[in-house]
């Protein structure tokens, strides 16, 4: 079994899905997972149920027992025997048991439609050092965040903001702009921590811009998470913003209507 501490360091390592490995020609076939997913109960038996990915059955195991919140975000690690016996009519009881599972709770919020000024420094506020893309998983939109500083036991609040649902004309493709912003609420101690992970619920603004696009005659919706990377602390009474940059997120495909 992974230690919790590691999940965070294998995830940016590689991720594997568990759909590449439904081929059938592997008699042993198995496949391990680490990445986001949400929680939730199932209406009917009320287990805790862990999503992974927006077109594959979930999974459980009994450890999602001591989850209590619907919709809980995570970053797990599953080891998933597809020919074994307790997996072969998935089918029918609609989700994966594991062979191994281990999981850490991951913070998440609401994006927000309450744009700051891009152009002032909050108090506080945090440079990012890098962005990575952890995925879109059941109405949440997951990033690893590294930080210009991050210490053990600091606290850090993240916001997803966006102003107009206007999307921007980029190389023949049509971009949302969408910028998070990092501040630090609590002093950590001496040393430095791992990269921070989020997720953010992004329902609302994925609904607006997905009748956008349909109207657009578009099958996707494409993403930029612009970020503060440099700050200008020369004066620290006056700190300025140096430098954004950005990361375009993988494209959130849907369905044509015929």
Known sequence: MKKLSSIMVAFAASVMMLTSCLDGGNSNSSTSITRFGVVEFDSKTLRPLLYFSNSDYPIYAQELISVTDNNSCVLFYALIEINDEVNNDVVTTGYYLPTQFDYVGVSSSSISSYLKDTTEVIENEL???QLYDGGYVKEHLFLQIDLSENKPEQKNVYTLEYGDMEPEEVNGKRIYN????AVKVQEGKTGTEARDNYGFKVNYFLDRALQQEKEANQNAINLRINYISELDE??????KIKKWSYLDISPIQFATED
């Open 127 to 129: 440079a990012v050092k």
């Open 178 to 181: 969408l910028y998070l912003r």
């Open 234 to 239: 020369t004066n620290e009474e006056d700190i």
